[in-house]
């Protein structure tokens, strides 16, 4: 890739490099590709427009039946027990697979059985073609009928592509839709669809209940068996280890408790026997009892005695006062109190032999007590270690007995469920038949072919813009050439080609007066040619405004490009706004300017050269613009041209035309084929590159002007020649409407 000459037209701008790759995501330069190639993209859309109305006018119409499901978990609870076969728990995760249930092939078949759709031309492959494929199946020929079990898959496989499931939003609700060629059809197929999806769960539950009942019976039938045999173990265990329970706890307990009671009353009654028995013995000590004792004693005898003893004892003391203590009476009542005193003494002794005998009684019972409670105490030892086993066998026992018990249940309910399973599913909206058809949608159809039109014609624009390896843009130029683009002239038209039947004054050496596409700029000065070739002439004076009289080449890098046409309409306009210039013949090997402009001279170039004739003697001039023009005649081969032409008689001629016009344009011949642009280079002050539009190849250009370092740096800019009027409307879509505004003629 080149790099834009910073003296080119523009110059003091950033260095000028574009990368094809980048130019893909250039919008600006996408856009113009669009715009130049837009017959190409009309004819796209028009082609995939016509198709699209092609596939509505034969494709065979389509109607779409919805029926709306509600999963709902809120179902009515008839039977107000556990569930063996759970509710459904509704999440995201569940409506999802309610939807795949929908969709599979169990629920297919189930419907294609019921409505008998194997036997329905739109499922068993007769019918709903449309109009190519039943053309298109006429014409080729049958293979054998398929068999049951080919229709049968085919039916499915068709049922499927037609029916679409969907969630409603985030809630329960899912969408069940079929499409179908009979809108009848179409509402019959989704309520049936519903319908067997319901029967399908409700099956499938009675199904699961069913197994589950099965599997509960025989385990109830095991569990029952382990149940007897753990208890007959808890039985056969008591009974060996003499554990009887009275229902308010074992019987050793009860016995132990009853001991321990009769401990204590039997201890309480010996304290109680010591305590009389030492009492009484106080009281045998001390002889007569007071009246305190006789009242403890509670004895009838004792206390009878005592009051006999008191009432003695008193008259005693009466008598002995009255009588003295020696008197007869008194000595015979105190014998009687000793003899009381003797009667309540033995009293005494006989109560307390009493007492003696209870408090043995009473330490004899207390012993055997104890004796007793010993034993028991060893019993429940023994009994206690025994209950841990039996607490086991019993804990055992109870957990088969609570395993059948809650078996027993569930098999209960597994029945009651099996007789009457409930679904979560519910129909909201059922199906109805549709009105309007639903494929093909014309509005769909329309808009994805002018899409599809769209798209592929853009992609062929662009395919074809990046393919075409030719020089069409002038942004091209400025890529491939890295000089500036001075313009784009059309290809002009045929009527501006001829030049007319007017001769050339060859005896005064003046050019013919109608010179047609050599002197166009003159003859059309409206005309874009013209404004393109102005627009060169600015450029030449803005790079070489520090001379004051410019030597310009022009070239091309391939012949055949229309430099002479060029190099002849600059020297032309330059000439008719009254600056002094001279046009010379430099392609000494092919003269094509001396053969347009001077066909009938003889001399020229070449003889000037050679010294063999002087300037003015060779001049021709241009009666109209006062153009002069010095050709080139060769009367045969010049074998050493680029010599000839970078001779320092060439820079002296140079010279002196420099002290003689203010521009001196020299038609060069092309870059790639001679070296002699090479050879001249040194003497040109700027160089104008000729760019044929849509034939010189990139690459030429890119490797032309890139070898010729002196060319690169010294050009002026390029113009793109011969473009397309048509076109170059397109192209040049962002000067083209002020062109076709401003001036009067596209040429």
Same mark, same amino acid.
């Given at each position: 890739?080149?790099?834009?000459?910073?003296?080119?037209?523009?110059?003091?701008?950033?260095?000028?490099?574009?990368?094809?790759?980048?130019?893909?995501?250039?919008?600006?330069?996408?856009?113009?590709?669009?715009?130049?190639?837009?017959?190409? %993209?009309?004819?796209?859309?028009?082609?995939?427009?016509?198709?699209?109305?092609?596939?509505?006018?034969?494709?065979?119409?389509?109607?779409?039946?919805?029926?709306?499901?509600?999963?709902?978990?809120?179902?009515?609870?008839?039977?107000?027990?556990?569930?063996?076969?759970?509710?459904?728990?509704?999440?995201?995760?569940?409506?999802?697979?309610?939807?795949?249930?929908?969709?599979?092939?169990?629920?297919?078949?189930?419907?294609?059985?019921?409505?008998?759709?194997?036997?329905?031309?739109?499922?068993?492959?007769?019918?709903?073609?449309?109009?190519?494929?039943?053309?298109?199946?006429?014409?080729?020929?049958?293979?054998?009928?398929?068999?049951?079990?080919?229709?049968?898959?085919?039916?499915?496989?068709?049922?499927?592509?037609?029916?679409?499931?969907?969630?409603?939003? #985030?809630?329960?609700?899912?969408?069940?839709?079929?499409?179908?060629?009979?809108?009848?059809?179409? /509402?019959? %197929?989704?309520?049936?669809?519903?319908?067997?999806? &319901?029967?399908?769960?409700?099956?499938?539950?009675?199904?699961? $209940?069913?197994?589950?009942?099965?599997?509960?019976?025989?385990?109830?039938?095991?569990? +029952? #068996?382990?149940?007897?045999?753990?208890?007959?173990?808890?039985?056969?265990?008591?009974?060996?280890?003499?554990?009887?329970?009275?229902?308010?706890?074992?019987?050793?307990?009860?016995?132990?408790?009853?001991?321990?009671?009769?401990? =204590?009353?039997?201890?309480?009654?010996?304290?109680?026997?010591?305590?009389?028995?030492?009492?009484?013995?106080? %009281?045998?000590?001390?002889?007569?009892?007071?009246?305190?004792?006789?009242?403890?004693?509670?004895?009838?005898?004792?206390?009878?005695?005592?009051?006999?003893?008191?009432?003695?004892?008193?008259?005693?003391?009466?008598?002995?006062?009255?009588?003295?203590?020696?008197? #007869?009476?008194?000595?015979? !009542?105190?014998?009687?109190?000793?003899?009381?005193? +003797?009667?309540?003494?033995?009293?005494?002794?006989?109560?307390?032999?009493?007492?003696?005998?209870?408090?043995?009684?009473?330490?004899?019972? *207390?012993?055997?007590?104890?004796?007793?409670?010993?034993?028991?105490?060893?019993?429940?030892? !023994?009994?206690?270690?025994?209950?841990?086993? !039996?607490?086991?066998?019993?804990?055992?026992?109870?957990?088969?007995?609570?395993?059948?018990?809650?078996?027993?249940?569930?098999?209960?309910?597994?029945?009651?469920?099996?007789?009457?399973?409930?679904?979560?599913?519910?129909?909201?909206?059922?199906?109805?038949?549709?009105?309007?058809?639903?494929?093909?949608?014309?509005?769909?159809?329309?808009?994805?072919?002018?899409?599809?039109?769209?798209? &592929?014609?853009?992609?062929?624009?662009?395919?074809?813009?990046?393919?075409?390896?030719?020089?069409?843009?002038?942004?091209?130029?400025?890529?491939?050439?890295?000089?500036?683009?001075?313009?784009?002239?059309?290809?002009?038209?045929?009527?501006?080609?001829?030049?007319?039947?007017?001769?050339?004054?060859?005896?005064?050496?003046?050019? /013919?007066?109608?010179?047609?596409?050599?002197?166009?700029?003159?003859?059309?000065?409206?005309?874009?040619?013209?404004?393109?070739?102005?627009?060169?002439? =600015?450029?030449?004076?803005?790079?070489?405004?520090?001379?004051?009289?410019?030597?310009?080449?022009? $070239?091309?890098?391939?012949?055949?490009?229309?430099?002479?046409?060029?190099?002849?309409?600059?020297?032309?306009?330059?000439?008719?706004?009254?600056?002094?210039?001279?046009?010379?013949?430099?392609?000494?090997?092919?003269?094509?300017?001396?053969?347009?402009?001077?066909?009938?001279?003889?001399?020229?170039? %070449? *003889?000037?050269?050679?010294?063999?004739?002087?300037?003015?003697?060779?001049?021709?001039?241009?009666?109209? $613009?006062?153009?002069?023009?010095?050709?080139?005649? /060769?009367?045969?081969?010049?074998?050493?041209?680029?010599?000839?032409?970078?001779?320092?008689?060439?820079?002296?001629?140079?010279? +002196?035309?420099?002290?003689?016009? /203010?521009?001196?344009?020299?038609?060069?011949?092309?870059?790639?084929?001679?070296?002699?642009?090479?050879?001249?280079?040194?003497?040109?002050?700027?160089?104008?590159?000729?760019?044929?539009?849509?034939?010189?190849?990139? *690459?030429?250009?890119?490797?032309?002007?890139?070898?010729?370092?002196?060319?690169?740096?010294?050009?002026?800019?390029?113009?793109?020649?011969?473009?397309?009027? #048509? &076109?170059?409307?397109?192209?040049?879509?962002?000067?083209?409407?002020?062109?076709?505004?401003?001036?009067?003629?596209?040429?």
């Amino acid at each position: 890739m080149l790099t834009r000459n910073p003296d080119a037209y523009g110059k003091g701008d950033a260095e000028f490099r574009v990368d094809p790759i980048l130019a893909l995501f250039d919008i600006g330069a996408v856009i113009g590709t669009l715009r130049r190639q837009w017959p190409l %993209i009309a004819g796209s859309v028009a082609l995939f427009l016509l198709l699209g109305v092609g596939y509505l006018f034969t494709a065979a119409p389509k109607f779409t039946a919805t029926t709306t499901v509600m999963i709902d978990a809120r179902k009515n609870q008839l039977l107000q027990t556990q569930q063996v076969v759970g509710d459904l728990q509704i999440d995201a995760s569940a409506i999802e697979s309610q939807t795949e249930i929908l969709k599979s092939e169990s629920v297919a078949l189930s419907v294609i059985k019921d409505l008998k759709l194997t036997s329905d031309p739109e499922f068993n492959g007769q019918g709903g073609k449309g109009l190519v494929r039943t053309v298109l199946g006429a014409l080729l020929p049958s293979g054998p009928p398929p068999s049951d079990y080919q229709v049968e898959r085919q039916a499915i496989g068709y049922f499927l592509r037609n029916l679409t499931i969907k969630r409603v939003g #985030t809630s329960y609700a899912i969408d069940i839709s079929y499409t179908s060629l009979n809108p009848a059809r179409a /509402a019959e %197929i989704a309520n049936a669809i519903a319908d067997a999806y &319901m029967v399908g769960e409700l099956d499938a539950k009675y199904q699961a $209940t069913k197994r589950a009942s099965r599997w509960l019976q025989d385990r109830m039938t095991e569990l +029952r #068996t382990q149940a007897s045999q753990a208890d007959s173990a808890v039985q056969a265990f008591k009974a060996e280890n003499n554990i009887v329970d009275t229902g308010r706890g074992l019987m050793s307990d009860q016995q132990l408790t009853d001991v321990n009671t009769q401990i =204590v009353a039997s201890r309480a009654a010996t304290a109680e026997a010591k305590a009389r028995l030492d009492r009484i013995d106080q %009281i045998a000590a001390s002889g007569v009892p007071d009246a305190t004792v006789a009242d403890a004693l509670k004895n009838d005898v004792i206390t009878r005695l005592r009051a006999q003893f008191l009432d003695l004892s008193a008259r005693e003391a009466d008598w002995s006062a009255r009588y003295g203590s020696a008197h #007869t009476a008194t000595v015979n !009542l105190r014998n009687q109190m000793r003899e009381i005193q +003797r009667s309540i003494a033995d009293e005494v002794r006989r109560i307390a032999q009493t007492y003696r005998s209870d408090y043995e009684i009473a330490r004899a019972r *207390e012993a055997s007590l104890d004796k007793s409670l010993a034993s028991l105490v060893g019993q429940a030892t !023994l009994t206690g270690q025994a209950q841990i086993k !039996l607490r086991d066998l019993e804990s055992t026992s109870q957990s088969y007995r609570n395993l059948y018990d809650n078996f027993l249940q569930r098999f209960m309910e597994a029945t009651q469920q099996q007789t009457f399973p409930i679904s979560e599913a519910r129909v909201i909206t059922a199906a109805t038949e549709p009105l309007s058809k639903s494929a093909p949608k014309s509005a769909l159809v329309l808009g994805g072919s002018l899409v599809l039109g769209l798209l &592929m014609g853009c992609g062929a624009a662009i395919a074809r813009e990046r393919l075409d390896n030719v020089i069409r843009t002038s942004a091209q130029v400025q890529q491939y050439a890295g000089v500036e683009c001075l313009g784009v002239t059309p290809d002009l038209p045929k009527t501006a080609v001829s030049a007319g039947e007017a001769k050339a004054d060859t005896a005064n050496r003046r050019l /013919a007066p109608s010179l047609g596409l050599l002197r166009y700029v003159v003859d059309a000065p409206f005309a874009r040619f013209t404004e393109t070739l102005r627009s060169a002439k =600015v450029a030449v004076d803005i790079k070489l405004f520090e001379r004051p009289s410019r030597i310009v080449g022009v $070239t091309s890098a391939v012949p055949n490009e229309g430099k002479t046409t060029i190099s002849s309409n600059i020297a032309q306009l330059i000439a008719h706004t009254g600056q002094r210039a001279i046009i010379l013949d430099g392609d000494l090997r092919n003269p094509s300017l001396t053969r347009a402009l001077t066909p009938d001279a003889t001399e020229g170039l %070449i *003889e000037v050269l050679t010294g063999k004739r002087k300037l003015e003697e060779v001049l021709w001039t241009d009666p109209v $613009t006062g153009l002069h023009v010095l050709p080139v005649v /060769a009367k045969g081969r010049i074998s050493h041209t680029a010599e000839l032409i970078s001779s320092q008689a060439m820079a002296d001629l140079l010279a +002196r035309l420099r002290t003689q016009y /203010a521009y001196v344009i020299v038609d060069l011949p092309p870059v790639a084929p001679v070296v002699d642009v090479k050879a001249v280079s040194h003497l040109i002050d700027g160089f104008v590159l000729v760019i044929e539009w849509g034939r010189t190849r990139k *690459e030429m250009i890119e490797e032309v002007v890139g070898s010729h370092e002196a060319l690169h740096s010294r050009a002026v800019g390029a113009i793109l020649n011969k473009a397309n009027a #048509t &076109m170059l409307r397109r192209i040049e879509n962002y000067k083209g409407r002020y062109y076709r505004n401003y001036y009067h003629e596209d040429a």
